[in-house]
C-alpha cells in the first residue's frame, strides 16, 4: 500500500510538470528497441515519461497495426532501469484492463477513438474506479464538440486528472503538414478547459522532422505545457511513421534550444506598458464591431434592392472580386492571404444570413 502511494505521488508530480516532455517510438517494436530507446531518453535529461504505441489503429488493414499486449512488459522493464513513467494508447476496455495490469502510469485516448462516442465511452466505462491520469487527442476532424465530449465522458467516470493533446487535424489539399494544426481550434479548446493540461504533438501536426522543432516553438509560444514527440533509435527504419521520427540524442537537442517563454512576467512595469497596448486592442476591436455593424446595415439595403428584382444572393463573380481585391490589399498591409480568406468568409455568410432574413421577411 505505501509503495503504491508512492508510485501515485510520482505520478502526480510528472503530471504537474512544467514544461512536461513525452517521448518514445510510435510504435513498440521489439524489447531491445524499447529498452534502448528509454536508456537513451534518460541520458538527455529532459524527458519525463516513456511513450510507445502497442495497438495501432491502422488506416487500411495490412499495415503494422503494433506488437500488442506483449510489448506491455517491455515498457515495465524499461521504467524499470529507467525510472521514467510509461504512457500508452488505448481504445478499447480490453486494452485498458491490459495496460493496468502491467503499471502503465498514464493513459491517452487517440484521434481515432476520439472521433467515436461509443468508443469514448467504452474506455470510459474501463476506467469507473481507477485512479489514473488520462489525456484525450483531438479527433480526426476538425469537431470541437466531439473533443469536448470525449473529455466529459472520461471526466463522469470519476478520472480527475484529465490532459489534452493537440495533434492537429485531417485537412484535404494540406500539403504542408501531415494534419493540419488549425491552432484556432487548439486554443479555443484550451479558453473553454482553462487550468486543464495541454500539450502538443508535433510528430503527427509535422509529418516530417524537418519542421518539428518550428511547430513545437509556436505551440510553446501559444502558452501549451508541454510537449509529446516520437523518437526511435534508427528512425529511417521505423515500423511505422519512420519520416517523423528522430533519435533520442536529436530531441535532446531540440528540447534544449526551444525557446521557453513564461505566461506572465511579475512586474508593476512590465503589467502597466502591457495594459496599455490592450486598451489601444480593445478600443481597435470596439471600432472593428461598429464598422462591421454598419457594413451588414448596408448589405440589408443590398437584400431588399434584390427582393424586390428578384435576385439571388449570391453572387459568384462579384465574391470572387471582392476576395482578389482583399488579397492585393491584405499583402501591402501584411495580412496573410489564409487569414484573408477566413475573415471574409466570416463576413459573408454573416451578411447572406442578414440578406436571407431580408429576402424571405
Known amino acids: 500500500m505505501e509503495q503504491a502511494t508512492q508510485q501515485t505521488k510520482n505520478v502526480m508530480d510528472v503530471w504537474q510538470k512544467r514544461p512536461l516532455i513525452i517521448s518514445g517510438p510510435c ?26 504505441g502497442i495497438w495501432k489503429p491502422r488506416t487500411r488493414p495490412g499495415q503494422f497495426e503494433g506488437i500488442g499486449v506483449k510489448g506491455l512488459p517491455w515498457l515495465l522493464q524499461a521504467k524499470k532501469v529507467t525510472g521514467l513513467l510509461t504512457t500508452v494508447e488505448v481504445a478499447t476496455a480490453k486494452q485498458v484492463e491490459d495496460a493496468l ?9 487517440g484521434a481515432r477513438t476520439t472521433v467515436n462516442p461509443f468508443s469514448v465511452q ?8 481507477v ?38 487535424f485531417s485537412s484535404y489539399g494540406n500539403t504542408e503538414y501531415r494534419n493540419a494544426p488549425m491552432w484556432h481550434l487548439a486554443i479555443e479548446m484550451k479558453r473553454r ?28 509560444d501559444l502558452d501549451y505545457d508541454g510537449l509529446i514527440i516520437e523518437s526511435h533509435i534508427d528512425p529511417d527504419h521505423a515500423w511505422s511513421d519512420a519520416k517523423q521520427q528522430i533519435t ?31 486598451q489601444q486592442i480593445n478600443h481597435l476591436d470596439d471600432e472593428l464591431m461598429q464598422i462591421l455593424s454598419q457594413r451588414m ?34 499583402e501591402k498591409l501584411g495580412l496573410s492571404r489564409e487569414f484573408i480568406t477566413r475573415y471574409f468568409d466570416a463576413v459573408h455568410m454573416e451578411s447572406i444570413q442578414h440578406q436571407n432574413k431580408i429576402m424571405n421577411a
Not at 538527455?44 to 510507445?52: C, E, I, Q, Y
Open 27 to 52: 510504435s513498440a517494436e521489439t524489447e531491445e528497441q524499447v529498452l534502448q530507446t528509454a536508456i537513451r531518453l534518460a541520458a538527455t535529461g529532459k524527458v519525463d515519461m516513456l511513450r510507445a
Open 101 to 109: 495490469n502491467f503499471d502503465v502510469d498514464v493513459l491517452w485516448i
Open 122 to 129: 467504452e474506455v470510459a466505462d474501463a476506467l469507473r474506479g
Open 131 to 168: 485512479n489514473i491520469p488520462v489525456l484525450i487527442k483531438n479527433p480526426i476532424n476538425p469537431d470541437l464538440e466531439l473533443w469536448t465530449g470525449a473529455v466529459e465522458r472520461i471526466a463522469k467516470a470519476g478520472i480527475q486528472h484529465i490532459g489534452l493533446i493537440h495533434r492537429g
Open 193 to 220: 478547459n482553462p487550468g486543464m493540461l495541454m500539450i502538443n504533438d508535433p510528430s503527427h501536426i509535422s509529418g516530417r522532422r524537418d519542421i518539428l522543432q518550428d511547430v513545437a516553438q509556436t505551440a510553446i
Open 248 to 278: 533520442p540524442e536529436r530531441l535532446g537537442e531540440m528540447i534544449g534550444s526551444i525557446n521557453w517563454r513564461k505566461e506572465d512576467v511579475p512586474s508593476a512595469e512590465y503589467h502597466a506598458a502591457l495594459e496599455k497596448l490592450r
Open 297 to 330: 446595415k448596408v448589405a440589408e439595403k443590398i437584400g431588399l434592392y434584390k427582393k424586390e428584382n428578384n435576385i439571388t444572393i449570391l453572387q459568384t463573380n462579384r465574391w470572387n472580386h471582392i476576395l482578389e481585391r482583399a488579397y492585393a490589399k491584405g
